[in-house]
């Protein structure tokens, strides 16, 4: 899930507004699904950096607060758009 917060980061700085807009523009995270070391970690690590979640990262709480701000079209990561794709044919009637 966290390659989809990579992948929609404007949803992110709504949500959490001190994260830097530069995060996907660095080369380690302009795939949000080729992060290495892992999605979660590197999203709480940068979380942590601009002094949210600093005792760890509340998953839940986090997917919450961004889901609000979730733009299926803006969406860079290459799994979600397949999730949206697939939510799109099953609903279609």
Known sequence: MEA???GDWEAVRRAYPRV???VPCRAGYRNPDAIKG???EAFERIMKKHGYFTTGLRKTE???AIA???DPDRNQSGSFAV???VVAEATTP
Do not use: K, P, V
Request: hydrophobic share 50%; no cysteine.
């Open 4 to 6: 989809w917060y990579f």
């Open 20 to 22: 830097s807009a530069n």
């Open 38 to 40: 892992g999605t979660w």
């Open 62 to 64: 986090a997917a919450e």
């Open 68 to 70: 609000a701000h979730i």
């Open 83 to 85: 999730f949206r794709n």
